[in-house]
């Protein structure tokens, strides 16, 4: 397939030749007909991506926060790398898609293969959609006209806010494309309409479909023509669909509402409010969320979980719709809204059309090439280059943020030889499998494990897909390298485990190691060997300063992620066995009781391990501490003598002979020598963690997993 995306660092929109995306249970794959550039979306994306490092930061004063923040826990050049990694990765453009429906995944029973369907699918010629993001299209209504159906749905939501009644006097400020379908949603409702904007050109439009006009840009007072409007009223409600910094359009609708109105902002404006403005009048104000309930809602656009109807009337897929039906009664017209067409292939022309022509409404785009030529799962990159029969080949199986910032640079550092790297997805897969100088891009598994000339598998996928892939590649005797966890269950292990013994049945076999990278850092192999000469039992207390994340993310869901005790803490659980250098024999967990306010308590937790050697040690790991205290923190008390390693920067010694420090210019977990071991283990035959010991830390964790939640 072939996909345009938009480069935040330097503000280029390009074509990208990708895999073509695989469905999966409750999506629907589409062959595209017709997207639609939303001129005032995409054209503020594109301007983002072509501001310079500085306007960049004005614009988002909150993320040169974090930034800073990040600086003083993790480090300058951490956080460089961290940012420049953000800013290198491009974003899909567009979701205002239009196609016909090829392929089906488990579970959709509401959608066809050769359905015409609307959706907020980005702009490529084949898009993969979760089921309640798409609406079928009625046959009266054609494809360039359903192209403006998610646009229309924002607008349609802002109006499901402002709860417009018969015969009201509703203002509409900001006559773009939003803001003209906005007015005929409006008019289709019986209110009586104000369109206001400084284009000319537009506010003629909105004439045509029976709304009167204000012109600042011509001395027309808006707030004059506003009340003049309302007969001296005050207008009911205004739904600002501008797209602008400052803050006129909201204080404007304030002077201009009648007591208790309503404004809706559906737009972008500046939001420095005046408390007068609104508190005489007691006014309403209300933010828009995209095309309606549902929206950022995982749970209902990923899993697929629908609202009740008699509950919810009006969801994203119901906005959809209802806009479908009203194009099809003739009460919208989009023709008028067309201000340029091109082809798919041309796409480079409208972008520059976008930028150039500041008064252009909806660009449409056309695709014509045949489905034959947009299903490849398989995209080359570059030419095969010859390979040693001892040298590690490697395919990936995964291309989100760990794997392309940190995983896949470690690798090509380690002179393994990258040859297909896979997302369902296809887009990920192609983006960072080119710049890291794979062979080949793919969105099915299969081109990794039934190729022969890969020897070696990276599993950097979801949490819950990595038992069941680590089977799969040691079944092809390939050698693995499993991004932890190993497992989210108990069953998971087991499988794991049968096997790779089977594997070794006869002596030798695969590799498989897991991405513990914290026992390969440079402070915690120092303390492994300071350690060593002590034969005394240890005291470990560990401390992850986790951060919150929300409690719909994925890594908290308990079957996809397995939570933050499996999914992370098992780095703590690995990295104190190595220290200890010594067999787990107990684990108690005890989280955060539940209180007000907490909705997650499992990631609030210590986790306390006791050792066959008279050991013991606690993890204390918090997702409720301050973001400016730091990350990591180890301690280990021993014969009067005391180590501690401070966010894998500072390392002290306390009453050690002959070592007090090892600090290091920038935080240095492990990361880049974890998969260069990994290879060594693969080039020598002797593993890097013994593979009882990964099977040990995987069910230790998952005990302590099960202890939290019986709690």
């Given at each position: 397939?072939?996909?345009?995306?938009?480069?935040?660092?330097?503000?280029e929109?390009?074509?990208?030749?990708a895999?073509?995306?695989?469905?999966?249970?409750?999506?629907?794959?589409?062959?595209?007909?017709?997207?639609?550039?939303?001129?005032?979306?995409?054209?503020?994306?594109?301007?983002?991506g072509?501001?310079?490092?500085?306007?960049?930061?004005?614009?988002?004063?909150?993320?040169?926060?974090?930034?800073?923040?990040?600086?003083?826990?993790?480090?300058?050049?951490?956080t460089?790398?961290?940012?420049?990694s953000?800013l290198?990765?491009?974003?899909?453009?567009?979701?205002?898609?239009?196609?016909?429906?090829?392929?089906?995944?488990a579970?959709?029973?509401?959608?066809?293969?050769?359905?015409?369907?609307?959706?907020?699918g980005?702009?490529?010629?084949?898009?993969r959609?979760?089921?309640?993001?798409?609406a079928?299209?009625?046959a009266?209504?054609?494809?360039?006209?359903a192209?403006?159906?998610?646009?229309?749905?924002?607008?349609?939501?802002?109006?499901?806010?402002?709860?417009?009644?018969?015969g009201?006097?509703?203002?509409?400020?900001?006559?773009?494309?939003?803001?003209?379908?906005?007015?005929?949603?409006?008019?289709?409702?019986?209110?009586?309409?104000?369109?206001?904007?400084?284009?000319?050109?537009?506010?003629a439009?909105?004439?045509?479909?029976?709304?009167e006009?204000?012109?600042?840009?011509?001395?027309?007072?808006?707030?004059a023509?506003?009340?003049?409007?309302?007969?001296?009223?005050?207008?009911?409600?205004?739904?600002?669909?501008?797209?602008?910094?400052?803050?006129?359009?909201?204080?404007?609708?304030?002077?201009?509402?009648?007591?208790?109105?309503?404004?809706i902002?559906?737009?972008?404006?500046?939001?420095?409010?005046?408390?007068?403005?609104?508190?005489?009048?007691?006014?309403?104000?209300?933010?828009?969320?995209?095309?309606?309930p549902?929206?950022?809602?995982?749970?209902?656009?990923?899993?697929?979980?629908?609202?009740?109807?008699?509950?919810?009337?009006?969801?994203?897929?119901?906005?959809?719709?209802?806009?479908?039906?009203?194009?099809?009664?003739?009460?919208?017209?989009?023709?008028?809204?067309?201000?340029?067409?091109?082809p798919?292939?041309?796409?480079?022309?409208?972008?520059?059309?976008?930028?150039d022509?500041?008064?252009?409404?909806?660009?449409?785009?056309?695709?014509?090439?045949?489905?034959?030529?947009?299903?490849?799962?398989?995209?080359?990159?570059?030419?095969?280059?010859?390979?040693?029969?001892?040298?590690?080949?490697?395919?990936?199986?995964g291309?989100?943020?760990?794997?392309?910032?940190?995983?896949?640079?470690?690798?090509?550092?380690?002179?393994?030889?990258?040859h297909?790297?896979?997302?369902?997805?296809?887009?990920s897969?192609?983006?960072?499998?080119?710049?890291?100088?794979?062979?080949?891009?793919?969105?099915?598994?299969?081109?990794?494990?039934?190729?022969?000339?890969?020897?070696?598998?990276?599993?950097?996928?979801?949490?819950?897909?990595?038992?069941?892939?680590?089977?799969?590649?040691?079944?092809?005797?390939?050698?693995?390298?499993?991004?932890?966890?190993?497992?989210?269950?108990?069953?998971?292990?087991?499988?794991?485990?049968?096997?790779?013994?089977?594997?070794?049945?006869?002596?030798?076999?695969?590799?498989?190691?897991?991405?513990?990278?914290r026992?390969?850092?440079?402070?915690?192999?120092?303390?492994?060997?300071?350690l060593?000469?002590v034969?005394?039992?240890?005291?470990?207390?560990?401390?992850?300063?986790?951060?919150?994340?929300?409690?719909?993310?994925?890594?908290?869901?308990?079957?996809?992620?397995?939570?933050?005790?499996?999914?992370?803490?098992?780095?703590?659980?690995?990295?104190?066995?190595?220290?200890?250098?010594?067999?787990?024999?107990?684990?108690?967990?005890?989280?955060?009781?539940?209180?007000?306010?907490?909705?997650?308590?499992?990631?609030?937790?210590?986790?306390?391990?006791?050792?066959?050697?008279?050991?013991?040690?606690?993890?204390?790991?918090?997702?409720?501490?301050?973001?400016?205290?730091?990350?990591?923190?180890?301690?280990?008390?021993?014969?009067?003598?005391?180590?501690?390693?401070?966010?894998f920067?500072?390392?002290?010694?306390?009453?050690?002979?002959?070592?007090?420090?090892?600090?290091?210019?920038?935080?240095?977990?492990?990361?880049?020598?974890?998969?260069?071991?990994?290879?060594?283990?693969?080039?020598?035959?002797?593993?890097?963690?013994?593979?009882?010991?990964?099977?040990?830390?995987?069910?230790?964790?998952?005990?302590?997993?099960?202890?939290?939640?019986?709690?």
């Open positions: 397939m072939k996909q345009i995306v938009q480069y935040l660092n330097s503000g929109t390009a074509v990208v030749d895999p073509a995306p695989m469905a999966l249970p409750g999506t629907i794959v589409i062959r595209t007909t017709r997207s639609l550039i939303s001129a005032g979306t995409e054209r503020m994306l594109v301007g983002f072509k501001a310079s490092m500085l306007q960049k930061a004005r614009q988002q004063p909150e993320k040169v926060k974090q930034v800073l923040a990040k600086i003083r826990t993790d480090g300058l050049g951490a460089v790398d961290a940012v420049r953000k290198d990765q491009p974003i899909p453009l567009g979701y205002c898609n239009v196609g016909e429906v090829v392929e089906v995944g579970g959709v029973f509401d959608f066809a293969v050769g359905d015409r369907v609307a959706s907020n980005p702009h490529a010629d084949v898009v959609v979760p089921r309640l993001l798409c079928p299209i009625p009266d209504v054609d494809d360039d006209m192209a403006f159906t998610v646009v229309a749905s924002i607008g349609l939501q802002g109006i499901r806010l402002a709860a417009p009644t018969l009201e006097s509703v203002v509409v400020t900001g006559a773009g494309l939003l803001g003209l379908l906005t007015v005929q949603l409006l008019l289709a409702q019986g209110c009586r309409v104000l369109a206001i904007d400084f284009d000319e050109k537009k506010l439009i909105a004439r045509t479909f029976g709304a006009t204000c012109n600042p840009a011509t001395g027309q007072d808006p707030v023509a506003g009340m003049a409007f309302s007969h001296g009223r005050g207008i009911d409600a205004v739904i600002v669909t501008a797209s602008t910094d400052s803050t006129d359009p909201i204080t404007q609708a304030a002077n201009m509402c009648r007591k208790r109105g309503r404004i902002l559906v737009g972008v404006t500046g939001l420095k409010l005046n408390r007068a403005d609104f508190y005489e009048k007691e006014l309403s104000f209300q933010v828009s969320c995209s095309y309606g549902g929206r950022y809602d995982a749970d209902y656009e990923n899993a697929g979980h629908d609202y009740p109807f008699g509950l919810v009337r009006w969801t994203e897929q119901r906005n959809f719709e209802a806009v479908l039906d009203l194009m099809s009664a003739g009460r919208i017209d989009t023709e008028s809204l067309v201000s340029h067409r091109f798919f292939e041309n796409a480079g022309e409208a972008y520059t059309s976008l930028t022509d500041k008064t252009g409404l909806g660009l449409l785009l056309s695709y014509s090439s045949p489905l034959a030529e947009r299903m490849h799962s398989r995209v080359t990159l570059r030419a095969d280059t010859p390979v040693r029969k001892d040298q590690p080949v490697v395919g990936v199986i291309a989100g943020n760990y794997a392309s910032r940190i995983l896949i640079p470690a690798f090509q550092k380690s002179d393994a030889v990258l297909t790297i896979v997302s369902s997805g296809g887009l897969s192609a983006l960072h499998g080119k710049k890291a100088g794979f062979t080949a891009a793919s969105s099915d598994n299969n081109d990794i494990f039934g190729n022969s000339d890969i020897n070696t598998v990276v599993i950097a996928t979801r949490h819950d897909s990595h038992a069941a892939l680590a089977v799969e590649a040691i079944n092809a005797g390939k050698n693995v390298f499993v991004e932890k966890p190993l497992g989210l269950t108990h069953d998971d292990i087991d499988q794991v485990e049968a096997a790779y013994s089977t594997a070794h049945a006869t002596g030798s076999g695969p590799q498989l190691m897991v991405g513990f990278n026992r390969f850092s440079p402070q915690a192999t120092k303390m492994k060997a300071l060593e000469a034969s005394e039992p240890k005291s470990f207390l560990m401390v992850m300063n986790a951060g919150a994340i929300p409690p719909d993310h994925w890594t908290q869901d308990i079957a996809i992620g397995g939570g933050r005790i499996i999914g992370e803490a098992c780095h703590f659980v690995d990295l104190m066995r190595f220290l200890a250098g010594s067999p787990i024999t107990s684990v108690y967990a005890r989280r955060l009781g539940s209180g007000q306010g907490v909705v997650t308590t499992e990631d609030k937790a210590s986790i306390t391990l006791g050792f066959e050697d008279g050991s013991f040690g606690t993890i204390m790991y918090l997702a409720n501490g301050a973001s400016s205290f730091p990350k990591e923190r180890i301690e280990v008390f021993t014969a009067g003598r005391t180590l501690q390693i401070d966010n920067r500072k390392m002290t010694g306390f009453g050690w002979p002959k070592f007090s420090s090892l600090n290091l210019r920038a935080q240095d977990k492990g990361q880049q020598a974890c998969p260069k071991q990994f290879l060594s283990a693969v080039s020598s035959g002797t593993p890097a963690i013994p593979f009882a010991e990964i099977l040990e830390v995987a069910r230790v964790t998952i005990d302590a997993a099960e202890q939290l939640r019986a709690q």
